[in-house]
């Protein structure tokens, strides 16, 4: 009975939006009620997996009007269920042919990923949550729109409990029902109970808001900008970051994106409007096509390198790999290559004062040994500098300052699994005077057309699309 209220209350959620799921989806199908509630208990059933599949698959994301109860259904019945026959499936069968390849695809990776073989066997890995469900819901208030005092004081109105400032990890394991916390390390970033969702949510769907974990918030935290910079972000996409740094820019100065995939770039021109960007120039291109000599860089004193990567440190990502937990050896040599590069020629810009080096990976092959070769290449120029003495999870000492870089994992700092080196340049370069160079630069002069779309020399195929978040 339980289980058939919960369907209720589903079906009801799917109704109260749409009409009534019944000529929504294949009519013909369904000859009576019982069969529907049928249906939506199983997709209860499978709820956690439907919801890997469907954030892997990015079907929300392409089709907007679908509504994520609604979703679930389809994607039951066309991955789980009997599938779409004959004329079964009415006007949603169109739009599922349009993702049934990707949505069986990360359906697959998800079971290689977990090491089992069947659907059912599915649930039996769900019903022992790990730490990556444990992790809260981290929430930054984008204070280009609003504050953090306005938007606690709007989560107390709709009946929230604001515990004000977290002491301790502790306190936020301990989140649960409609509680939240101010993080105790970064400021303007709120923490929710895991699997708070809060994609409805006015205050983000306005823009006041963004969904972003917490170790994705730390490399512009630790790059900090002073408003009136000039910063590259140089693999931008989605763009959270992007809107990160904006925000501790205040609007002033100048953010140079820079992304290969025009999807990708075309969503983070919509994320950017709706958070009040407006000191960003995008730009489809290649990084390592910039040229550091480039006048228009000349000011750029901040990088923010976030590389595409294997992504294992993402709880969502469907690693390829069967039971491994991370991608082939190739793989991680190619991804690599890519990223010392990437790196190396960021170290090049003749004004650069300080980099972040990040990504959502866990491997050692993409991290330190990518930082520690950098470091190498320009020995004597740009140091490793330490950051954050109270994070809890550190570089692996695989060389000699090592424990200056910074690691998170669900396990160790209640987040996503990530990595970030901060690199500062020893002296002030030859091309900047001393006088000059602590100085904030001016704007930069308006905004240029997006130029063409660039070669990705030496990146591997189908690199830049991994491993962002």
Known sequence: MALYATAASVLAGVESRRGSIKGLVYASSFQNVKQLYALVCETQRYSSVLDAVITSAGLLRAEKKLRPHL????????LLGKGFKGGSGGRWKPLLDRHQARLKAELARLKVHRGVSKNEDLLQVESKPGPASQVPRFVRVNTLKTCCDDAVDYFKRQGFSYQGRASSLEDLRALKGKCFLLDPLLPELLVFPAQTDLHDHPLY????????????????????????????????????KTSHLAALLKNQGKIFAFDLDAGRLASMATLLARAGVSCCELAEEDFLAISPSDQRYRQVQYILLDPSCSGSGMATRRLEEPGAGTPSKARLQALAGFQRRALC??????????LVYSTCSLCQEENEDVVRDALQQN????????????????????????????????????????????????????????????????????????????AAPGVPPGTEQEGKR
């Open 71 to 78: 979703a679930k259904v389809l994607v039951y019945e066309l």
């Open 205 to 240: 769907q306005a823009g006041h808001l963004i969904l972003q974990d917490k170790a994705s918030c730390l490399p512009a935290v630790l790059l900090a900008p002073p408003p009136g910079s000039h910063v590259i972000d140089a693999c931008a996409a989605p763009g959270n």
């Open 345 to 354: 020629h960021a170290l090049t810009f003749p004004s650069l004062q300080r």
């Open 379 to 454: 020995s004597g120029t740009f140091r490793l500098v330490p950051v954050l003495p109270s994070w809890p999870h550190r570089g692996l000492g695989t060389f000699p300052g090592a424990e200056r870089c910074l690691r998170a994992s669900p396990e160790t700092t209640l987040t996503g699994g990530f990595f970030v080196a901060v690199l500062e340049r020893v002296e002030v370069p030859s091309s900047v005077s001393r006088a000059e160079a602590p100085a904030p630069p001016p704007e930069a002069a308006p905004r240029r057309k997006r130029r063409r779309r660039a």
